[in-house]
Every structure is written in structure tokens, then in C-alpha cells.
């Protein structure tokens, strides 16, 4: 038995005959914030499910502190919840919304009252006591979810695409909020998105999924600059990915050849690490738009449309002109078929 | 000329519809002795003696009453109907569906009269017990129906989220589906009341000796006596009517419902 605060092994999640999760191990460390990353259909929000008791595997195993919760029922494993689309119940006010756990387990009225207000207050909704959740902005209906999970105490907190139904810059806001909120109450959690950005300003660790398997497991900092497939490289922002042969690369469109020997089945390229401007290759340019630091090319290439940014330094080329270009292989990442 | 045309047509369908209404409150203020439009001078002696009247008083109490429980049998049984419907991928959904439905479609006459034959006579069920059946079966489409409408916007993770902050699913039902469809489960037992009350064709049938809803009792008094009190009861029941659904679009806004 490892050391593990929540730990999944071998754990088979299905619908209606079909698996979505097969055999599935993660061991996510207590205080730790991870991330289950990857696009819809890969299993995250299944596996999240499966962790809170609201889903009951097919085999396999969840312990969660040292006990096997795999057959406890989701109302008796402590685990909190903050859904996509909050949840929050209508016909109660603010503070009865966040207290609402408290009144189950039938605490001291005193009690319910010093914690509910300083879940309110952890979160930011300090005198929203009386708002009902339709009289609040879905950033403040979001605190909100936050504070009734957290007054709970959960021994993990699961949060499900929290920031997906926010305007681009309360979604920042919220991210800032939430890590204050992991440091401060020392939650562990366990935040699931298709926005990788997202995940990898938040997470401490990040679970990249694909088809119910896990497709790599890492620090934000690994996955960005060390993708192992061609799966996560292109989720990481890799978007020139390629296959080689010897000393060319080959593409559905067509071959190029390099001049050095490919160390690996496939390499690819951010779009910041493609040179422009000078270079043994040319392309046409076929978009052109400004990005603030830099300008992003899309050029049309014997490999196909080829991404490219250049910096803002380097001469505006006007789209329709030849441009030349290069793959330095130093700047490539290495990737497993 | 279109105008005219056009009132015209607005005018005569107002008048179909609140005309009777209009002399029937008229005809019960006569003072003369027969049922009659317009009425024979004026007074409200038909109205105070409807109160008078010893079978409408036994026939209205038992009216109310099966409006009542009828209505809260046929809610009993409609609101687990209804979340059952709206939450779970059901075999045979579709079927459950059209089966409560029926008494909608079905003419009452037929269900009163097949009540009778094949319920009511060779299994011996009383008369108040038969109505009570009957009553509540009639209501129990519109209990279905009103409280799967208010159920179908509320969203199946609000109970999950009850469920994980520690309520079982029937305290998550009790605490948070409950109260979000107070209002049409409200909404579901006016209609069901009304309904009820004013039921007419399939009572008739199963009215017997000594026990009678108030409509058939009405009838009945109307084939003996031909006096003002009926239109002076009419009116009175119309008014209540009016009044429960004022007071319902009032405190729930019970048109959205219907």
C-alpha cells in the first residue's frame, strides 16, 4: 500500500456496455492539485464521478485516505463537488445554500452559522447571506458552489470544467481564486478540463487522458516542454507535428527533405520554434494576423500548411509572397509514435 | 367593412362564451318562482336558499371531498410517477405515458360506464369508494402531466450535489426536488379540483341511492323542481371556480402551467 492520499487501481468504468475507463491507475498525493486534462469523451469527467461515488466502477479499486471507499455511497465519502453548471439550489438563499451540508449532519446552530459565514467569507461572498443564486453573476454563483463544498471539510475536492461557463476574464480571476482557496484550506483536488491552459496554470501535476487511458502524467512544466506523443505534444501546442524517414519528413501532403537524420518516428515543432525569414526551405504565406510580441504565419509548404511565428523584429511579409524558412531539428521535440 | 367584420366576430364569440355565464348569475337574482331569462323581477331569495337546500349541502360536502382526496390520491401517485418518467430511461416510458393520458382522451361516458360494469357491480365496491376511484383516476393525467412540466427544468445535478453534501436520494427528493416544484405540484392540485368538481358523466354513473356528487344532485333537482336556486347554485359554483384559479394565477402564476 503506497502513501497515496486517493489512489485508483486498475479501476473499470462502463455505460451502458460500452468502457469508458479501462483499468485505470492514478495515485494523486494529499494538498496536491491535479488536473485530469484532455478533450471531451476522454474519460475525465467519468473518472471524476467514479471518485465521488456518483458513478460505481465495473472493477477495480478507489481508496481515499486509507480506507476503500470503492462501495461507500457518494452522501457518506466526505468528497465535495463543485459541478459545470454549479448546481446551486434555487429556492435557497446564499447562506442557507452553504449551510444546507451543515444542517444534515445536524451540527450545534452556532456552529452552522460561524462556518457558513466563513466559507462565504473564504470565498469572497462576505453579506450575500440573503441573494438567492438567480440574483447572483455566474462568477459570484460559482464562489458560491465553491463555499458550500468547502464549509464540508471534503477530504477531496472534485471540481468539473468550474471555469468553463465564465467570460475570459473572470475565468483568470477564478483560476487566481482558486489556487488562493487550494493554499489556504490545503484541499486536495482534483480539477478536470479541456483547457489546457487552464490546467497547466493551476495544476501541480497534470493527468493527460485519451480514450479512458492515460496518455502522460507530469508537472505542467514536463508536458509543455517534454511531450512523449504526438497526442500530447499536439494538446501542449506542438502544432507542426511530422513523421521522418531517414533524413526527410513526411507529411500527408508530401516529403521534405532536412539535411540531418530524424531521431525519432516523429518530430515536431511549436510554432515559435520554426525559423522564418531565413532558411534552406520556402513556403508560400497564406494568413498572416498580429499577435502583440510576435506575428503568426500560416505557410503553405510541401509538408502542408506549416505554423510559424515570427518576431514582431522581422519585416512584415505580405500574404501570396514566398518566404523562406527551417525545421532545425535542435528546436525539435522527439516523439514516440 | 374588414373591421366590422372583425369586431363582429370578437363580439359574438364573447358573447357564446360569457352570455350564459351572464344569465345564468341573472337568473338566480329573479323573484318569481320559475327558472327564467330575463328574470321576474328582483331578490335574492334564491340564492340564501340554495344554503337551505338539505341534499346540496350533503352533495357539495361530498364533491369537495372527493376533489380534495381525490386530487392528493392522484398527487400521491402522479409526483413519483412523474420523476420516475423525467429521470430514468424507463422501459415502457412511452406506454405509461399514454395510458395516463387516457382518461383525457377517453369520453367520460365510457369510463363511467365501463367503471360500473366491470368494477362497481361484480366486485361490489360502495358507491363513495367507486366515485373515489373514479375521481381520482381522472385527475391523475393532470398530475402527471403539470408536474413533469415544472420537473423538466430542473436539473438532475442538483440533486447530486444534495446527495454529496450527505442527503440520501429521498432526502435529496424531499429537500431539493420538492420545493422547486411546489408550484406546479399547487398548480397540478387546483386543475385536479377543478376537474374533479365539475365532473359530470362518469359520477353519473356511479352516483347511487342517497349518494351523489353535487352536479348530479343538480340534475336531479332540476328534473323535479324547475326553480331560480339551480341558476343561483351555478352561479355560485362559477364564482368559486373563478376565484381558486384568480387566487392560483395570483400566487404561482398557474397559466404557465396549464
Known amino acids: ?337 | 367593412m374588414r373591421h366590422l367584420a372583425n369586431w363582429s366576430i370578437l363580439g359574438l364569440t364573447l358573447l357564446f362564451l360569457i352570455g350564459p355565464f351572464v344569465i345564468i348569475i341573472l337568473a338566480g337574482t329573479s323573484a318569481g318562482n320559475n327558472l327564467a331569462f330575463p328574470p321576474e323581477g328582483m331578490s335574492m331569495k334564491w340564492y340564501l336558499k340554495v344554503f337551505t337546500i338539505e341534499s346540496f349541502r350533503t352533495s357539495f360536502a361530498l364533491s369537495m371531498a372527493l376533489a380534495v382526496f381525490g386530487t392528493l390520491a392522484a398527487l400521491v401517485m402522479g409526483i413519483p410517477a412523474a420523476y420516475a418518467l423525467n429521470r430514468y430511461d424507463l422501459p415502457g416510458a412511452e406506454t405509461v405515458r399514454t395510458i395516463v393520458a387516457a382518461p383525457i382522451i377517453v369520453p367520460g361516458i365510457i369510463i363511467g360506464l365501463a367503471l360500473l360494469r366491470y368494477m362497481v357491480v361484480p366486485l361490489d365496491v360502495t358507491v363513495t369508494m367507486a366515485l373515489f376511484m373514479a375521481h381520482t383516476a381522472l385527475v391523475l393525467p393532470y398530475a402527471v402531466r403539470v408536474v413533469s412540466s415544472s420537473m423538466q427544468n430542473l436539473r438532475v445535478d442538483m440533486e447530486e450535489a444534495a446527495v454529496l453534501l450527505g442527503c440520501s436520494r429521498m432526502q435529496a427528493f424531499t429537500k431539493v426536488v420538492l420545493p422547486n416544484i411546489r408550484s406546479g405540484v399547487l398548480a397540478a392540485f387546483i386543475l385536479g379540483f377543478v376537474t374533479s368538481f365539475n365532473q359530470v358523466p362518469v359520477s353519473l354513473f356511479l352516483s347511487g341511492p342517497g349518494v351523489r356528487t353535487l352536479p348530479i344532485d343538480m340534475l336531479a333537482y332540476m328534473e323535479i323542481t324547475f326553480d331560480p336556486s339551480i341558476a343561483a347554485l351555478s352561479a355560485l359554483l362559477a364564482f368559486m371556480s373563478l376565484a381558486i384559479v384568480f387566487i392560483a394565477e395570483r400566487l404561482l402564476g398557474f397559466s404557465k402551467y396549464v
Open chain 1, 1 to 337: 500500500m503506497s502513501d497515496a492520499f486517493v489512489e485508483l487501481k486498475n479501476l473499470t468504468l462502463s455505460y451502458d456496455n460500452s468502457v469508458a475507463v479501462p483499468a485505470l491507475d492514478l495515485a494523486i498525493n494529499e494538498g496536491e492539485l491535479i488536473t485530469l486534462l484532455g478533450p471531451s469523451g476522454c474519460g475525465k469527467t467519468t473518472t471524476m464521478r467514479a471518485i465521488a461515488g456518483l458513478l460505481s466502477p465495473t472493477s477495480g479499486i478507489i481508496h481515499i485516505d486509507g480506507r476503500d471507499v470503492t462501495r461507500v455511497p457518494a452522501n457518506k465519502r466526505g468528497i465535495g463537488l463543485v459541478f459545470q453548471s454549479y448546481a446551486l439550489f434555487p429556492h435557497l438563499n446564499a447562506f442557507e445554500n452553504v449551510a444546507f451540508g451543515l444542517r444534515l449532519q445536524k451540527l450545534p446552530d452556532a456552529d452552522i452559522r460561524s462556518r457558513t459565514a466563513e466559507g462565504l467569507e473564504t470565498v469572497g461572498l462576505a453579506g450575500f447571506d440573503k441573494r438567492r443564486p438567480s440574483e447572483m453573476s455566474g462568477g459570484q454563483q460559482q464562489r458560491l458552489a465553491l463555499a458550500r463544498s468547502l464549509v464540508m471539510r471534503p477530504k477531496v475536492l472534485l471540481l468539473d470544467e468550474p471555469l468553463s461557463n465564465l467570460d475570459a476574464r473572470l475565468r483568470l480571476e477564478m483560476r487566481t481564486e482558486l489556487q488562493r482557496v487550494q493554499k489556504e484550506t490545503g484541499v486536495t483536488m482534483v480539477f478536470v478540463t479541456h483547457d489546457q491552459a487552464e490546467a497547466l496554470a493551476l495544476a501541480d501535476r497534470i493527468v493527460l487522458m485519451k480514450a479512458g487511458r492515460i496518455e502522460q502524467l507530469g508537472t505542467p512544466a514536463e508536458l509543455y516542454s517534454r511531450p512523449r506523443t504526438a497526442f500530447a505534444a499536439d494538446f501542449m501546442g506542438f502544432e507542426n507535428i511530422f513523421h521522418t524517414s531517414g533524413d526527410t519528413l513526411v507529411s500527408s501532403f508530401g516529403r521534405l527533405p532536412v539535411g540531418y537524420t530524424a531521431p525519432s518516428a516523429l518530430l515536431a515543432w511549436r510554432p515559435d520554434a520554426v525559423t522564418v525569414g531565413t532558411g534552406p526551405h520556402t513556403g508560400t504565406i497564406t494568413a498572416s494576423s498580429f499577435a502583440g510580441g510576435h506575428r503568426e504565419y500560416v505557410l503553405q509548404t510541401p509538408l502542408g500548411p506549416l505554423r510559424a511565428d515570427a518576431p514582431i523584429a522581422v519585416a512584415q511579409v505580405p500574404i501570396g509572397q514566398q518566404i523562406s524558412f527551417d525545421l532545425p531539428h535542435q528546436n525539435a521535440r522527439a516523439l514516440a509514435e
